[in-house]
């Protein structure tokens, strides 16, 4: 049966998908019948009738608020249109030096600052700054614009279990997002938070690319890996591949480093607890996707590693 927190992170996924336009997704009789069952075990509203597998349902979006309490809802912060992308002027010095002015310069960004809610923040890069891998998401959450840092959230975490797989600590690596504040849905409850989250459009990461850029101009690391279809497209253009599956399992170059696409934490947790035949083969290919990483990094890769889903 799904956890909660896979619930939680399907709940986000569908109300990105639908953001991005999408009215349906493909599901199978055994994910209807595990998201039936978990959401009866919680009380929640029975989801749609059973149908033939594969099947194309509506995406529908559950909430962990009361129903009968719903919570006060207040205007977003409005914001200017976005202008051209800023550019960057990084000073002479060294990397920390470096760093710490690009960082003042997008915390302190008026467009940034200006999509931020009230008692949110801006979210920066972090990391070590000689890293040999670098992770680029496409966007903060809700935990990443509390805590003003990248993967914190659940998908974090799932990230943090990664990187501990190839042999490294969190600390080890670089890792940032294309966008550096969290894509509105329109409006916030009264404590500011949000519920769901959408893909940044391509106006928004558009702007935000220099600051991506010049991180990896700074970091200089072997490797890249853009984490989901998302920070594909942003990095590499909308245009350049259909689906995630044909961007993975191959080498891209981005800002003159070797780039890896590879599945994004939050699509890998909703895979957590499945033992379908395509879950498997989900994993599988994300796992692959790190060892070939950790080879074009030059980081040594054990035999448990390797035959890891052997």
């Given at each position: 049966m799904p956890t909660r927190d896979q619930l939680l992170a399907l709940n986000d996924e569908l109300r990105r998908l639908k953001a991005g336009g999408q009215r349906a997704v493909a599901v199978t009789e055994e994910s209807l019948a595990q998201l039936r069952e978990s959401v009866a075990a919680s009380g929640s509203e029975a989801v749609a009738s059973a149908a033939p597998a594969p099947v194309a349902v509506p995406i529908m979006t559950f909430s962990t608020e009361s129903r009968n309490e719903p919570a006060p809802r207040v205007p977003a912060?409005?914001?200017?249109?976005?202008?051209?992308?800023?550019?960057?002027?990084?000073?002479?010095?060294?990397?920390?030096?470096?760093?710490?002015?690009?960082?003042?310069?997008?915390?302190?960004?008026?467009?940034?600052?200006?999509?931020?809610?009230?008692?949110?923040?801006?979210?920066?890069?972090?990391?070590?700054?000689?890293?040999?891998?670098?992770?680029?998401?496409?966007?903060?959450?809700?935990?990443?614009?509390d805590q003003g840092e990248p993967f914190v959230g659940r998908a974090g975490q799932l990230l943090n279990r990664m990187i501990k797989a190839m042999g490294l600590e969190r600390s080890q690596v670089y890792i940032g997002n294309i966008l550096n504040w969290r894509p509105e849905m329109g409006t916030r409850n009264a404590d500011g938070s949000q519920t769901g989250n959408r893909p940044p459009t391509a106006a928004e990461m558009s702007y935000?690319?220099?600051?991506?850029?010049?991180?990896?101009?700074?970091?200089?690391?072997?490797?890249?890996?853009?984490?989901?279809?998302?920070?594909?497209?942003?990095?590499?253009?909308?245009?350049?591949?259909?689906?995630?599956?044909?961007?993975?399992?191959?080498?891209?170059?981005?800002?003159?480093?070797?780039?890896?696409?590879?599945?994004?934490?939050?699509?890998?947790?909703?895979?957590?607890?499945?033992?379908?035949?395509?879950?498997?083969?989900?994993?599988?290919?994300?796992?692959?996707?790190?060892?070939?990483?950790?080879?074009?990094?030059?980081?040594?890769?054990?035999?448990?590693?390797?035959?890891?889903?052997?």
């Open positions: 912060p409005s914001a200017p249109s976005l202008p051209a992308p800023p550019p960057i002027n990084l000073p002479e010095g060294d990397k920390p030096a470096r760093w710490n002015h690009l960082r003042e310069l997008v915390l302190h960004d008026s467009v940034c600052r200006a999509r931020v809610f009230a008692g949110k923040q801006v979210v920066f890069g972090v990391g070590n700054l000689d890293a040999a891998v670098m992770f680029v998401g496409e966007a903060p959450g809700g935990d990443e614009e935000c690319l220099p600051f991506i850029r010049a991180q990896i101009a700074i970091i200089q690391p072997k490797v890249l890996v853009a984490l989901g279809k998302t920070a594909v497209d942003g990095l590499l253009g909308a245009d350049r591949f259909k689906t995630m599956g044909a961007a993975r399992g191959t080498w891209h170059s981005y800002a003159d480093k070797p780039l890896r696409a590879s599945y994004h934490p939050s699509y890998l947790l909703r895979q957590e607890g499945l033992t379908s035949a395509s879950a498997k083969k989900i994993k599988r290919d994300a796992w692959e996707d790190l060892l070939a990483v950790m080879e074009r990094a030059e980081l040594p890769v054990t035999e448990k590693q390797r035959n890891y889903f052997r």
